[in-house]
């Protein structure tokens, strides 16, 4: 897991479960999902992302990060509430703070939450025909380039672990290094060159609309037939962004609970 043995004992503290690396991976795996599964009732969808244009630069993140409404601060946010402990809202407990700090990580890893072209970040581009469950870009990228990698989330987990122990340690460390802006401006740039350079999307003015009903109709009459070789292509650039995930959550953990006691 990567974790040290104070971060490991903290989360499983947090988590209320035995503190071994099986239960807190199993605990941490489940915490991830609450984010999602309560963002409609906290009001807080567009924490997990960031509207980068197809014009910005990395400069621009603050500056797209409005009342701190997006990923980047969120992860900033409670990452430092965990190592304070100081809830930067009362409404929010330690375990709020970790379980979206495990979520946003993984959402700034799929770059589709960093970027957008007038286009909701690919979820106004229908694909024709649906790829299994995913009906647009958004959709493709957010789930089943995921399944497509393993029978299922535990095994996926630990082939990719395997993967990341055979790595030596200085590129695990290389690979751990940055930011949630180094991260997010990475996925961005990731986004643009193998998503929409890639897919031939057609590049637009600074928008952002609330639905996709308002998006430029370069983008909503798109009809993209996704081919099986852009599948296969995309499964190593997936795979990189998931084992980046999971090395810069472990260290962004470690650093954040190493002051605790």
């Known amino acids: 897991m990567h974790l040290t043995p104070d ?112 286009d909701q970040g690919g979820n106004c581009e229908v694909l024709d025909p649906p790829v299994v469950n995913a009906k647009n870009l958004h959709a493709l990228w957010d789930g089943e380039l995921v399944n497509v990698l393993g029978a299922n989330d535990k095994q996926l987990t630990a082939d990719l672990s395997r993967e990341i122990d055979a790595l030596p340690p200085a590129r695990q460390a290389e690979l751990a290094a940055g930011n949630q802006d180094d991260w997010v401006w990475e996925g961005h740039e990731l986004a643009e060159k193998e998503i929409y350079a890639r897919l031939n999307i057609p590049r637009e003015a600074v928008a952002f609309p609330t639905k996709c009903s308002e998006a430029p109709n370069e983008i909503t009459s798109l009809k993209l037939e996704i081919e099986p070789s852009y599948i296969e292509a995309m499964k190593p650039v997936v795979r990189g962004q998931l084992e980046k995930a999971g090395l810069r959550l472990a260290r962004l953990l470690n650093d954040s609970l190493a002051v605790r006691d």
């Open 7 to 118: 971060a490991l004992r903290r989360v499983a503290h947090i988590l209320d479960v035995e503190n071994t690396p099986e239960a807190v991976s199993d605990a941490l795996a489940q915490a991830s999902l609450w984010a999602d599964e309560t963002k409609k009732d906290t009001n807080t969808g567009n924490w997990h992302y960031i509207d980068l244009t197809l014009q910005d630069h990395k400069s621009d993140i603050a500056a797209r990060c409005d009342h701190d409404n997006c990923v980047t601060a969120r992860v900033r946010q409670f990452a430092a509430q965990l190592a304070s402990k100081a809830a930067i809202e009362s409404r929010w407990s330690d375990l709020d703070a970790l379980r979206y700090v495990v979520h946003f990580v993984g959402d700034i890893h799929q770059p589709l939450h960093d970027i957008s072209d007038a």
